[in-house]
């Protein structure tokens, strides 16, 4: 079964500015969901599918690297599996296995190349 890309997060330093621009730019609507300072992205009917996204304040997975531009997670069959492969294949965990309840299992991991991205097992995974 492929593995898609099912949620991104864009991180910022400034949720409010962030919030009107893409407001005014694409005409997505904020929905405060979860911990302060997180919103789920409602891109519109048109926009179809299962790619989910979320406006967030800006963070660090890796300590002193903070995150910048769109933050993606893959969604896997077996987080566990998938931990090992990364590593396998030389990337690193970043941000160990935690579960968010009611969504799913979440690891960070940092590819050979630097870049940061998620992988979910998602408790009900995405259409």
């Known amino acids: 079964m492929p593995n898609p890309v099912a949620h991104f997060s864009i991180n910022t330093s400034d949720l409010p500015a962030s919030r009107a621009f893409y407001e005014g730019v694409f005409g997505w609507k904020f929905n405060a969901w979860g911990p302060p300072g997180f919103y789920m992205i409602d891109m519109g009917a048109a926009a179809g599918g299962p790619l989910l996204g979320s406006l967030q304040q800006r963070r660090e997975i890796v300590p002193g690297t903070p995150m910048y531009g769109f933050e993606c997670t893959i969604s896997v069959e077996d987080i566990a599996a ?25 690891l960070f991991f940092q590819d050979p190349g630097g870049t940061i ?11």
């Open 82 to 106: 998938t931990a090992a492969a990364i590593e396998a294949h030389g990337g690193r965990i970043v941000m160990p296995i935690c579960t968010l309840a009611g969504v799913g299992q979440l």
């Open 117 to 127: 991205a998620g992988a979910m097992q998602y408790e009900t995974r995405p259409a």
